[in-house]
């Protein structure tokens, strides 16, 4: 069983900055694809950004594309997200989540496609 803890969470500015990171234990990190998500409240989860096994391959929705930056070391067995120039509408609990049966430089973008979940942190950004 693989366990995921999120930390980093908090409240900031608009423009401002915010980098979440994700720890997960239990199994060998780098068989897993990675995901960064979000939910608002009365808002469904939300893809954020994926990364591959490899930390090669990348994708993000376009709503933070260009702002957001997700990131691995398979060596301490964490992904990040580096989160700029926030805006009020960033505010979420997010979520990392972890993908096994991945190929090497496989991305995965639903929330159907991950099997491991952490509990979620809070950011919340003012106007």
């Known amino acids: 069983q693989l366990q995921l803890v999120e930390s980093g969470g908090g409240l900031v500015q608009a423009g401002g900055s915010l980098r979440v990171s994700c720890a997960a234990s239990?199994?060998?990190?780098?068989?897993?694809?990675m995901g960064w998500f979000r939910q608002a409240p009365g808002k469904e989860r939300e893809f954020v950004a994926a990364?591959?096994?490899?930390?090669?391959?990348?994708t993000y929705a376009d709503s933070v594309k260009g702002r957001f930056t997700i990131s691995r070391d398979n060596a301490k067995n964490t992904v990040y997200l580096q989160m700029n120039s926030l805006k009020p509408e960033d505010t979420a609990v997010y979520y990392c989540?972890?993908?096994?049966?991945?190929?090497?430089?496989?991305?995965?973008?639903?929330?159907?496609?991950?099997?491991?979940w952490g509990q979620g942190t809070q950011v919340a950004v003012s106007s």
């Open positions: 989540a972890a993908s096994r049966g991945s190929r090497w430089d496989q991305l995965r973008v639903g929330v159907l496609e991950y099997e491991y």
């Open positions: 239990g199994r060998t990190f780098s068989s897993y694809a």
């Open positions: 990364i591959s096994r490899s930390g090669g391959s990348t």
